[in-house]
């Protein structure tokens, strides 16, 4: 990973326009590609970002100044999908090896909800069928890969609470995801978002790239289980 403290300015062009004014930003350059600008606040949120596949060149605009332009190169954005940041002063600079990542350690409910649905995941979808748990993925695992009824591959991904992150993930996984020709020979692979309660702007981003969101009764499927078997 990449870490840089520049004063700069972003632009964003794509399905909109967003304008950062020029200050004083953290900048990070994941080993996945992806790019964020942070500010000194708002909590873990980015300021903008671009997700994974993307790539990024570096240039010099007309005043002198460094410039890089990253453009998007997933199937769930448009084409001229841009992030341009202009620097106008780098203060720190450096590179971290962060080595591969253990993954997320989900907690009892989150894990015992992915057991179910991969019990039951004609839950989500008719005719849904589980191909595996944990498939794995260059960026992590998705928690589910199943397989409609037209043998469309789907990817599930599945939290306790549903919120833009999860849907960003998820966007990440599908674009990786599309590249396998085993996994698309019967059409694109389709995402399903699967949460006890989905916040109303993650549904939103969630429609417009395609995937579909599914709020699940944990205690209904908890009630689909052999009661002997039941920890809860």
Not at 43 to 67: F, H, I, Q
Request: charged share 25%; net charge negative; aromatic share 4%.
């Amino acid at each position: 990973m990449r870490l840089v403290v520049a004063t700069c300015q972003v632009d964003y062009a794509g399905r909109l326009t967003a304008h950062l004014p020029m200050a004083t930003r953290v900048l990070m350059l994941k080993a996945d590609g992806s790019v964020l600008v942070h500010s000194d606040g708002g909590s873990y949120k980015p300021l903008n970002w671009m997700s994974p596949p993307c790539t990024l060149k570096e240039g010099t605009a007309e005043d002198g100044r460094v410039e890089w332009t990253v453009t998007s190169q997933s199937s769930t954005r448009g084409p001229d999908d841009t992030l341009r940041i202009l620097i106008d002063e780098i203060h720190h600079d450096t590179w971290h090896e962060l080595g591969v990542d253990p993954g997320l350690q989900k907690d009892g409910v989150e894990k015992h909800l992915q057991e179910l649905l991969a019990e039951h995941p004609t839950t989500l979808a008719p005719g849904l069928t589980l191909v595996r748990r944990e498939y794995p993925t260059a960026i992590g695992p998705v928690d589910l890969m199943c397989r409609d009824g037209d043998g469309v591959s789907v990817a599930v991904e599945i939290k306790r609470r549903g919120e833009i992150d999860g849907v960003e993930q998820l966007t990440r996984y599908l674009a990786l995801l599309n590249r396998d020709p085993l996994l698309t020979v019967n059409g694109a692979v389709r995402g399903i978002f699967a949460a006890q309660e989905i916040k109303p702007q993650a549904r939103v981003l969630a429609t417009d790239r395609g995937i579909t969101c599914t709020v699940v009764d944990y205690d209904a499927l908890r009630g689909l289980d052999d009661p002997s078997d039941r920890l809860f």
